[in-house]
């Protein structure tokens, strides 16, 4: 192949005695049609230093059940010059025909000169009418369409019932009562919704009153006159079986009622102080390990809300407790790192450097980008494909939202989340021993909640940044039984260019970005070879959530998520022109494109109950379905140490395109142990089918489909020894159709004095991928996912860690971990290792499987509390090394993404009158340069990467308006930190008469110097 875009060549022909509908046929059509067999080996291309006959498609491609496609080197050929032609849909009903393999015919006949014009003309809208005719953009249409029906039905709930006259509802009453007394209520509010009383009686005692009220409901009231709070609960025993303690709850916003996930519940027992964390519905049990005379004081927290305290009797507890917390003046979403059944002080820690990490690059904020001063998390620039894990690449970091996988994560190459941070309540990071309800990635789980609506009141915030608009609005169901949320947002980089908007879309594509200085020869504007043109770009996200509560604390929650991207960039080029006769006419100036489309529509259905005194069940079912497409005119390949002519460098095209749909469903349970111990058991059900083609230069044609179902049972326990021993221990069982594979995942984690200032843990864990993501090396695109098949089987990862936790006091927390990860048949795109083959050079798949690859590292933390502010310094010293038996003669390598040193410090100082400062300085020493180990560049290291980010919080009250001002830079003193090294074309006319083109390696810069801003109301 050319280091050119191939030119026009001579027309196909029609060969005698073939029917001439299929002419007709392909002009009236953007797909191809199902051709007979009479036609379908009826055309040719005449020959040509690059032009081939056509081969009757539709009999050369056989494939298996695995939906693999098997062709001779010949048939590759032949149907990778017609995709690289741009023929269309040609992956579509053509490649599931059947009709047998038909014979080359040779002979002359009429030109083809408009079918190709044709098929040219509607090339740029092969990968759109691929899309159409899958029927992805119609789920988008019909969501759109239902979005007013279902305003009209949420408006038709929020009417409250007609009450009798002189009869006012339960909530009212006790509003009133909060209003003229000191007293404080807690409660559930679905406990008292749809319930109501007398309004005038006995008014000179109304707490009395009420009390009265309440018992014809079934509920009880507890008051607490030292703290002036009052307790509702339903009239039940709070006692189990056996005379042990047992208290249940639930911790609620005392703002909306919505409840908040993963709260820390603690208190104090035989002088040392006890922890719990509530699960994903905020809901709680708690049994101490021995009977305590006297009051058991609870403290409910989470960030973001002032923590209450209740006092309680021990010997007399209620039948459930509800922990109203009040919001603070910060809004956010937490950010969990653990997610365990209990809590641990360790917590805060991890938990306040990820909650001032993200500051945002364009304006709006980035959950993902909260997680990068995490010592385990390896420093990223402003474009990012996902997380990079203790050395796991990021294909192995793993998104869930509400339970079900969303399979691109983010917008804009990593620029933003692909979720709108307004519709998120809590962000659970599983990084290390992952527990064995959950199926644990390589590279850590990332699981995300949808916010819960207001079950008070109605409620909106809308957000104006540099880069998107985005709004939300929330509100009340069935009498404040229920609640819904819908948010959206939407870009403005094209239609308005704020701190160059448009610059960062070709950025984000890979067209000319910023490199290091030319060499002196090739330092003038005739060296260029390539022009940036106009830019297109659009994403967009859509959250909605219907959450309803029963008296009895049953929870139905629906939620539903759609997002996607559309971009685009234009650029000219100047290619080689193989008929040039003079020297002047030895290049052509042509235009090419960059284009980059995903989208991602998925629904969860949770149903959670309490179902005994000591057990709390959970029933989900959802779906995700997933769709992309990329395609590069003027894509930049390396060939390996075995290159044709010498030239290990050349332009061509490639393309690739996906469609996933997973289905799961899953049943699992908590259940409290009659010991100090708490047990989670269950399954989950996935049901995956997948398409992924890829046309590139190396892999002509490649087509899959596959389909597959994983069942996985576990059984997770938590338990604790009075105050010297805490362990999680768990199993995790999986059956994969696809190869009828059956694998065990054994995890264990322990921690050794974990109430007292200086505690030490460590764990094991195996888990196993059988979902695969694909990347290219230096391009950022939407993901694209493989499956396992029975010819290979999953990655498996084996992890060990271990650790010290000190609080010496004075604020202080520290921590230092050890880790050692193994890591088989890891899937790594051929491309990316493309020049450092030494083996094979023809691969059935476009991707290498049988990488091996270990991890290991310490990692270092430590924070200080300063009255309100906080500092966090962290530091990781890592090495990541990669193996294959064809690449590199087979020898160990650092792929690009290992660095040995990293450092991070950040800072949350408020200055007060409403304004926040905040800090995040980071420093890593240079990224592995692969291009080393083939000999093409000589570079072993690249420059290390450090940066400056700083921010400014404002937030004022006024009467019923919130308002809040974010402004933000990053890389404050714009510092060119080189992300990666790759070769550039470039025209050397300095010291030969004929123009020569060639390739040098040069460095590629990170984001410079952006600033961005934020205005957000509530109202």
């Known amino acids: 192949m050319n280091n050119s875009i191939l030119p026009p060549g001579p027309p196909a022909t029609l060969l005698p005695n073939c029917s001439t509908t299929l002419i007709s046929a392909l002009r009236s059509r953007p797909v191809w049609p199902q051709i007979p067999s009479a036609d379908a080996s009826c055309w040719m291309m005449p020959a040509g230093p690059w032009r081939m006959p056509v081969l009757p498609l539709a009999g050369v491609l056989k494939r298996e059940t695995t939906g693999r496609m098997y062709l001779s080197t010949t048939e590759k050929q032949h149907y990778g010059a017609l995709r690289r032609h741009k023929y269309g849909t040609v992956s579509g009903s053509l490649l599931n025909s059947e009709i047998n393999r038909q014979t080359i015919k040779h002979g002359g006949g009429p030109g083809i000169s408009a079918l190709s014009a044709t098929i040219k003309q509607n090339s740029h809208d092969g990968v759109a009418s691929r899309i159409r005719h899958s029927g992805f953009s119609g789920n988008i249409t019909v969501f759109a369409r239902l979005i007013p029906l279902i305003i009209v039905f949420m408006i038709m709930l929020l009417q409250d019932h007609v009450t009798a006259q002189g009869t006012t509802s339960l909530r009212n009453l006790i509003s009133s009562i909060e209003d003229q007394t000191e007293y404080r209520f807690l409660f559930r509010d679905a406990l008292v919704a749809g319930k109501y009383g007398d309004r005038h009686a006995a008014p000179a005692d109304p707490v009395a009153n009420l009390q009265h009220q309440l018992k014809s409901h079934q509920i009880a009231m507890r008051v607490d006159t030292l703290r002036r709070q009052i307790i509702l609960y339903e009239i039940k025993d709070g006692r189990s079986v056996g005379g042990k303690i047992v208290l249940r709850g639930q911790v609620i916003d005392a703002r909306s009622g919505g409840r908040l996930p993963y709260a820390t519940i603690s208190w104090y027992e035989g002088g040392r102080l006890r922890g719990a964390a509530a699960n994903e519905a905020g809901y709680f049990q708690i049994s101490p390990v021995q009977e305590m005379p006297g009051s058991l004081i609870l403290n409910a927290s989470y960030l973001g809300y002032e923590s209450a305290t209740i006092d309680l009797d021990p010997m007399h507890l209620p039948g459930e407790i509800s922990l109203r917390l009040q919001p603070s003046g910060y809004y956010s979403s937490e950010v969990i790192i653990t997610g365990t059944q209990s809590a641990s002080a360790n917590d805060t820690l991890w938990r306040s450097a990820a909650q001032w990490g993200g500051m945002p690059a364009v304006g709006d904020v980035s959950t993902i980008r909260y997680l990068t001063p995490l010592p385990s998390v390896s420093v990223t620039g402003a474009l990012s494909d996902g997380l990079i894990v203790r050395g796991s690449k990021s294909d192995g970091f793993q998104v869930l939202l509400d339970g079900i996988q969303i399979f691109n994560q983010n917008h804009f190459f990593g620029l933003f989340d692909a979720f709108n941070a307004d519709a998120l309540q809590t962000v659970g990071f599983y990084y290390d021993i992952t527990p064995a309800n959950l199926a644990g990635t390589p590279g850590g789980t990332l699981s995300v909640l949808t916010r819960t609506g207001s079950q008070h009141q109605l409620q909106a915030q809308a957000a104006l940044t540099n880069s998107t608009i985005k709004g939300s609005a929330d509100g009340p169901l069935a009498s404040g039984r229920g609640s819904w949320l819908i948010a959206g947002r939407s870009s403005l980089m094209d239609n308005m260019n704020w701190f160059n908007g448009t610059d960062l879309i070709a950025w984000g594509l890979n067209v000319d970005r910023k490199t290091s200085v030319l060499p002196p020869q090739y330092d003038n504007p005739e060296a260029r070879v390539l022009f940036p043109g106009s830019t297109k770009a659009m994403f967009y996200d859509l959250h909605g959530k219907f959450y309803y509560e029963w008296s009895g604390g049953k929870r139905l929650t629906l939620n539903a998520y759609t997002g996607g991207d559309n971009t685009r960039a234009g650029a000219e080029r100047l290619v080689r022109n193989p008929d040039a006769i003079l020297p002047r006419d030895r290049f052509n100036m042509i235009d090419v494109q960059t284009r980059n489309r995903w989208g991602n529509q998925a629904a969860t259905l949770h149903f959670q109950t309490p179902a005994a005194n000591r057990l709390y069940l959970h029933n989900m079912a959802g779906f995700s379905r997933y769709y992309a497409s990329f395609s590069k005119d003027d894509f930049t390949y390396q060939r390996g140490i075995q290159s044709v002519n010498g030239q290990r460098v050349f332009i061509g095209e490639f393309e690739n395109e996906n469609a996933l749909t997973e289905i799961k469903a899953s049943q699992y349970a908590d259940i409290l142990t009659a010991g100090a111990g708490a047990i989670t058991t269950g399954y989950a059900l996935h049901y995956w089918h997948l398409n992924y083609e890829e046309d590139s230069a190396f892999q002509a044609a490649y087509t899959n489909e596959s389909e597959s179902i994983l069942l996985d049972f576990f059984l997770q326990h938590d338990w604790k020894d009075k105050s010297w021993l805490h362990t999680w221990s768990g199993i995790r069982t999986h059956y994969y159709s696809n190869g009828d594979y059956f694998y065990l995942s054994p995890r264990f984690q322990f921690r050794l004095f974990p109430e007292h200032m200086v505690s030490i843990g460590g764990g094991y864990s195996r888990n196993y991928q059988f979902l695969h993501k694909l990347t290219l090396q230096n391009i950022q695109t939407a993901a694209f996912w493989i499956l396992t098949d029975k010819f290979k089987e999953p990655t498996i990862v084996d992890q060990l860690s271990g650790g010290i936790y000190m609080r010496p006091g004075f604020g202080a927390s520290l921590q230092a971990e050890l880790f050692y990860k193994t890591h088989r048949n890891l899937r790594y795109h051929q491309i990316n290792n493309r020049m450092l083959l030494t083996g094979i050079t023809n691969l059935n798949y476009p991707w290498f499987m049988n990488n091996e690859a270990t991890a290991s590292g310490l990692e270092l933390m430590y924070r200080q509390q300063a009255g309100s502010m906080e500092f966090i310094h962290s530091y990781t010293l890592s090495e990541v090394t990669y193996r294959n038996d064809v690449i590199n003669n087979g020898e160990p390598f650092n792929p690009e993404w290992d660095r040995r040193h990293q450092y991070t410090f950040s800072m949350n100082a408020p200055v007060g009158g409403g304004f926040a ?57 714009n510092r060119d930190n080189t992300l990666y090294r790759d070769p550039v074309m470039v025209i050397d006319r300095s010291t030969r008469v004929i123009p020569v083109a060639e390739f040098i390696y040069l460095d590629v810069f990170d984001l410079g110097f952006q600033p961005s801003f934020e205005i957000r109301l509530r109202f």
């Open 917 to 973: 400062l905040r800090g995040l300085w980071m420093y890593a020493s240079g990224a592995a340069n692969v291009h080393a180990l083939s000999g093409a560049d000589d570079r072993e290291r690249l420059d290390a990467y450090h940066r400056l980010d700083l921010g400014i919080h404002y937030g004022h009250r006024f009467s019923g308006l919130d308002l809040e001002v974010n402004l933000a830079a990053y890389n404050v003193y």
